[in-house]
């Protein structure tokens, strides 16, 4: 059996993703669950986390977003049995690649699969899934009535937090990097029966990068934001190309926020200085870093985390997540597709074994 890894080299340049033999144990532990592969999502590798929990091996298995079928079960597995079909998350210590025929996982990683989800649908937007559902729901404490500004509404992330924030009674707004994701984006429907737009105003920063200030407070009546989503925020005012001049500014983000506003932001360098702090502070506002991997880092909230997994496949399932279809990529592909994405020239994708 054959499985895809990374070795990882000193600089970024020198990764190399390689296929390896590998071999599962003929007995499965007692909370082991064997699962023949259909989809596997692949995203970026991070390998400077994966050395900050000291979980840095040689040989790094790739691909961990799966769904399959459930071929058999350990002695003590309680949830699943034979024929089920499952997704979830493999963690970062797993020593099986998801794109492996078959693989062994624990039953506190997986959940039930709605017949009607294709596995290379939830496959390719469970982490999207679970990020959104983190960031809104665990740090920014999302309820009805709320305003939620989302930076790059039309990428898949983006896209899954402005339709579960919609589904809790959210008021939206997003911004566009491009003419064609701006049309996406003014496009958007609710599905069944309501009316209103599913965004309230699309910023077209691609335009002008100086109106987010101004028109955020302009729909707000001058009362901010109460949630601030990022895709990433430029530290300094020169920084970066064509695609980081996009970005907003850190205080930028900072002035948008209202009175007990909360910025989620995936940037994980982020350095506020006293100005910044004071403003927050002024603002009585908060910051907290999109971290997912600590779900499966750590087992302190198991429950939760398969709740969680549950509720988005559920979603997913009855349409009030509605993933960007995602093409599946033969597995002969898979080495050259994911050195695509370990260079962020492509956000992710999925492979159909």
């Known amino acids: 059996m054959k499985g895809l890894y990374c070795k990882a080299g000193v600089s970024d340049a020198e990764t190399k993703f390689i296929i390896q033999e590998t071999t599962l144990p003929e007995v499965l532990e007692s909370h082991q669950v064997r699962v023949q592969v259909k989809a596997c999502g692949l995203s970026a590798l991070d390998l400077k986390l994966l050395d900050d929990l000291g979980f840095q091996r040689d040989f790094i298995p790739v691909g961990r977003e799966v769904a399959g079928v459930v071929l058999q079960v350990g002695p003590d597995v309680a949830f699943f049995q034979p024929e089920d079909e499952v997704v979830g998350i493999l963690p970062l210590d797993s020593p099986c690649s998801g794109l492996c025929d078959t693989i062994d996982v624990d039953e506190h990683y997986i959940v039930q699969k709605p017949e009607k989800l294709s596995s290379v649908s939830v496959a390719g937007a469970l982490r999207d899934g679970l990020c959104a559902y983190t960031a809104l729901h665990t740090h920014a404490r999302m309820a009805a009535g709320h305003t939620l500004l989302v930076l790059d509404g039309a990428s898949s992330f983006g896209l899954m937090c402005i339709q579960l924030a919609c589904y809790h009674g959210v008021k939206v707004l997003t911004t566009s990097h491009s003419q064609q994701q701006h049309t996406f984006l003014e496009q958007l429907r609710p599905s069944v029966g309501v009316q209103d737009p599913l965004v309230a105003r699309v910023i077209p920063v691609y335009k002008d990068p100086s109106d987010l200030l101004p028109l955020v407070l302009e729909e707000t009546g001058g009362l901010g934001i109460d949630i601030v989503i990022d895709s990433g925020a430029r530290l300094q005012e020169d920084e970066g190309g064509d695609e980081m001049k996009l970005l907003p500014h850190k205080h930028d983000i900072i002035s948008v926020l209202g009175v007990g506003g ?88 999925v492979i159909q074994l």
């Not at 360098?269 to 750590?298: I, M």
Request: net charge positive; glycine share 4%.
């Open 262 to 349: 909360h910025w989620v932001t995936s940037h994980q360098g982020l350095q506020l200085d006293p100005p910044d702090c004071r403003l927050l502070y002024l603002k009585s506002a908060s910051v907290s870093f999109l971290n997912p991997e600590v779900w499966t880092a750590s087992s302190a909230q198991q429950g939760r985390y398969l709740h969680i997994l549950k509720d988005i496949v559920e979603k997913m399932s009855t349409g009030v997540l509605r993933p960007q279809p995602e093409e599946a990529v033969p597995l002969y592909e898979a080495t050259v597709t994911m050195e695509t994405v370990q260079r962020n020239q492509k956000k992710k994708a």
